[in-house]
Antibody, heavy 120, light 110 residues
Framework: QMQLTQSGAEVKENGSSLKISCRAS????????LHWVRQVPGQVLEWMGW????????RYSQTFQDRLTITRSSSLTFAYMELSGLRPEDTGIYYC??????????????WGQGTRVTVS | QSALTQPASMSGSPGQSITISCSGS?????????LSWYQRYPDKGPTLLIF???NRPSHISTRFSASKSGNTASLTISGLQLQDEAEYFC??????????FGGGTKLTVL
């Protein structure tokens, strides 16, 4: 089964930028969607955006579109999430998530382990 | 986009059944059949339990089942086991093309 492995915990300063990587093992996520989802303490999970690795198509949540950049490596085994203008409210756990298609419906079938981010 | 509504916590005894609800709107749960359920243990990434409202991946126990009526979905866990103590949350695609999640339900197996 495909595994998504994320980069390690980060401690960032207010106003700085964050870049998290997500590696797909045993599978190149060419024909899937790769999403980023975060959870701030005490809050609901928030969908941030997705990329289609095979052609680089993107969609960002309006909440993050001004400061979020999602990219992928040329080898199509890594995806990256970069968030700029960090503030303490961005402290939380960030997940990369693969979605798959069943009929006409997508669902999140594989999650990374999460990357803990602290902004102070 | 508002979050989906779940009870914050539930509890049950081993062998019992419990049902967790997930309420949304016609913009999300009621819009299509994308509703899915996930299980998460502390400090672990979530795992998929149910997709497309009622479908269970082949490796997931048949003790997990789900349904939907209108803008509300439900996850039922039958024959509770100690290992079922975890957080459960729902997710739905929305009419606007984004995704929305439930607040999560912490299940305690007493």
């Amino acid at each position: 089964q495909m595994q998504l492995t994320q980069s390690g915990a980060e401690v960032k300063e207010n106003g700085s930028s964050l870049k998290i990587s997500c590696r797909a093992s045993d599978y190149i996520f060419t024909y899937t969607y790769l999403h980023w989802v975060r959870q701030v303490p005490g809050q609901v999970l928030e969908w941030m955006g997705w990329i289609t690795p095979y052609n680089g198509n993107l969609r960002y949540s309006q909440t993050f579109q001004d400061r979020l950049t999602i990219t992928r490596s040329s080898s199509l085994t890594f995806a990256y999430m970069e968030l700029s203008g960090l503030r303490p409210e961005d402290t939380g756990i960030y997940y990369c998530v693969r979605s798959s298609l069943s009929g006409s419906q997508f669902y999140f079938d594989s999650w990374g382990q999460g990357t803990r981010v602290t902004v102070s | 986009q508002s979050a989906l509504t779940q009870p914050a916590s539930m509890s049950g005894s081993p062998g019992q059944s419990i049902t967790i609800s997930c309420s949304g709107s016609s913009d999300d749960i009621g819009n299509d059949d994308s509703l899915s359920w996930y299980q998460r243990y502390p400090d672990k990434g979530p795992t998929l339990l149910i997709f497309q409202v009622t479908n269970r991946p082949s490796h997931i126990s048949t003790r997990f089942s789900a349904s939907k009526s209108g803008n509300t979905a439900s996850l039922t866990i039958s024959g509770l086991q100690l290992q079922d103590e975890a957080e459960y949350f729902c997710a739905s695609h929305t009419k606007r093309g984004s995704w929305v999640f439930g607040g999560g339900t912490k299940l305690t197996v007493l």
